[in-house]
Each structure stands twice: as C-alpha cells, then as structure tokens.
C-alpha cells in the first residue's frame, strides 16, 4: 500500500512541474518569470523605468531577470537569447533602436514565448513577433511640443530660429518626436530648423553638441527642441556658459517631464516639458498576469500624458514620483 502510495506521489510530482510543496500539504504556483531587456542608464527617465519595473516585479511576485544593455543593440539580442535559453515565460524589452530585431524575434517566436515592447516600438513587417506594444505616442508628444511653441510664438513677427538636439540615432523616440514636431511647425514657414543633430539622449552630450550650435549659430537660435530633458539640462549649461539666458534668450522645449526638468522651470531655466511617463511596470506586470492566464492583450496600450509650461512647475513639482 505504502509502495502505492509513494508511486501516486511521484506521478502527481511528474505530472505538476509547476508546483511546489508548502507546510502542511499545500501546493503553490511556480512563480511567473520575466525577462526583461533594458536599453541603459542614460537618463533620469530610464533610470525610474528600470526602478518602476522591480519594484512591480516585486509587488506582483512576478519572478524578474532584468539585464542592462548599456545602449548596446548586440547586447539586447544577446539577453533576448539568454532569455530564450532559461525559457521564461514572458519577454519585454525596450528596443535602443527599431531595426534589425527580426532574427531575434523569431527565434522567440519559436520558442513559444511571448514578447512585449515597452516605451519604444520596433520596425518589422511581421507583426506577430510581438504581441503588444505599451508606451506612449511619441509623435503625439512631438506634436504638443510643436503646438506650444506656435501659440506662444504666433504673434511674433519675423524668423524663429530652431535647433534641435535630437535622441539617438535610429531610435523609435528620435525619429517620432522629430516628425511629430515638424508636422505641427510646417504650417508656418517663419519657423524655422537650422540646427540638428543627435545628442544620444544623455546630458553630456546635449551640453557638447549645445555648444557647437551656439559657436555656429550664436544670437540666431531663437529656441532649443531637445527630445529629452536630459539633454535640454545639459544645453542650459551650455547657453549659460556662453553668457546668454536660457529660456530668456532661448526658449527652451523638452520633453519627458522628470524632476530635474521641473527643478530647472521653477529656477527660471526651462520653458515647458512635455510628459513621457516612465512608470510602466504596473501596466507591464499586469500584462505578463494576462498572457500567463490566457487573455488576449490589445496590440498597443497607450499612456496617459500631459504637459507642463514653467508656470505651473512649482505647483506640480511636490506630485512627481520621477
């Protein structure tokens, strides 16, 4: 009898591989496991989105890998592979750019796991590689950028002179808040891009590239458009250092809407910030719950934005969580 027994046990055991025995003869769910790919540290913003993704994975209980690709694409095909390897459940990534991620996609494909893109999109036919993408509409925030800048301007009469500091090349962000932003200034022609180039997101490299645009443009420039505010802080301590006044003598766009942009509006130095929400690991959780349980997601889930002029920084600044 005993032998019977201990034969049915083992059988239940081979038979529930998702199981796991707690005190007193209960059985547990083997937790949920996440890969997660994330494109670096390069700014305020995605270092809040990497701290909103653990703490979620954490309150969830959903099981997390998260490996940094220190804006390296290679490395992000590598941890998608890793991830393939350890057969997790589910995968999410932020793209660092949109192209050359069909082979990698595939293989998850394959493999029958399932792929989330967050924050940013990629750029391949086959659609069925992935099966959701949640962030938010980066045209859309190009667009808000370009309708403040021609309500506040629209009474202004001659030039407006704008230089652009860009985000990393080939970058779904990048190329979505230019277009975005062009769409809404073309309707007048007194509006202006003279200047562009990538500043890759980081702070460093928007004060150095700041600087070759006021050796080259000097009183000119009219208004900075940077795509992150990262890079638009670092521009501010290019036109000081150059002795003019940001957000007096250039006015100042940006986009992301993180503390350091509302610490600067309510010193005077930033004229608006656009918001792009970094705090996607509740909807991103959520989501891994769903697929796990069988549901269906929407193909794209969009996050709820605003934005902020400097008038109404100091009154915000006290709710920000990032």
């Not at 694409?73 to 393939?84: D, G, L, T």
């Not at 500043?199 to 009219?222: H, P, Q």
């Amino acid at each position: 009898m005993k032998h019977l027994q201990r034969r049915t046990l083992v059988t239940a055991l081979a038979a529930a591989p998702l199981a796991l025995m707690l005190p007193g003869g209960a059985w547990a769910q083997k937790p949920i496991v996440l890969g997660f790919s994330q494109i670096g540290a390069e700014s305020e913003w995605r270092t809040a989105n990497s701290e909103s993704i653990k703490a979620s994975s954490k309150e969830t209980g959903i099981e997390l890998k998260f490996a940094d690709a220190q804006q390296k694409q290679e490395n992000q095909i590598k941890a998608i592979r890793s991830f393939i390897a350890q057969k997790v459940d589910v995968i999410a990534f932020s793209p660092v750019v949109e192209s050359g991620w069909g082979a990698v996609l595939r293989e998850a494909k394959a493999a029958k796991i399932p792929v989330i893109l967050t924050d940013r999109a990629v750029n391949e036919k086959d659609q069925s590689l992935w099966v959701s993408f949640m962030g938010s509409d980066f045209v859309e925030e190009g667009r808000k950028a370009g309708r403040w800048l021609v309500e506040k301007m629209k009474d202004q009469k001659g030039e407006v002179n704008i230089v652009e500091l860009q985000g990393t090349v080939g970058s779904a962000p990048a190329i979505d808040r230019k277009k975005g932003f062009e769409e809404i200034i073309k309707a007048d022609p007194k509006f202006k891009i003279i200047r562009s180039q990538t500043g890759d997101f980081t702070r460093a490299k928007g004060k150095e590239v700041m600087e070759a645009f006021l050796k080259a443009e000097g009183k000119k420039i009219n208004v900075l458009y940077a795509h992150n505010d990262d890079m638009a802080i670092g521009a501010i301590q290019a036109i000081e250092e150059a002795g003019m006044k940001p957000a007096k003598d250039i006015t100042i766009i940006s986009i992301d809407a993180v503390k350091g942009a509302f610490e600067a509006m309510i010193a005077g130095k930033l004229n608006v910030s656009v918001e792009c929400s970094p705090l996607l690991g509740p909807q991103l959780m959520q989501a891994v719950k769903d697929l796990k349980a069988g549901k269906t997601l929407p193909r794209r889930i969009v996050t709820q934005e605003s934005i902020f002029p400097m008038e109404t920084a100091a009154a915000e600044f006290p709710k920000r969580k990032y």
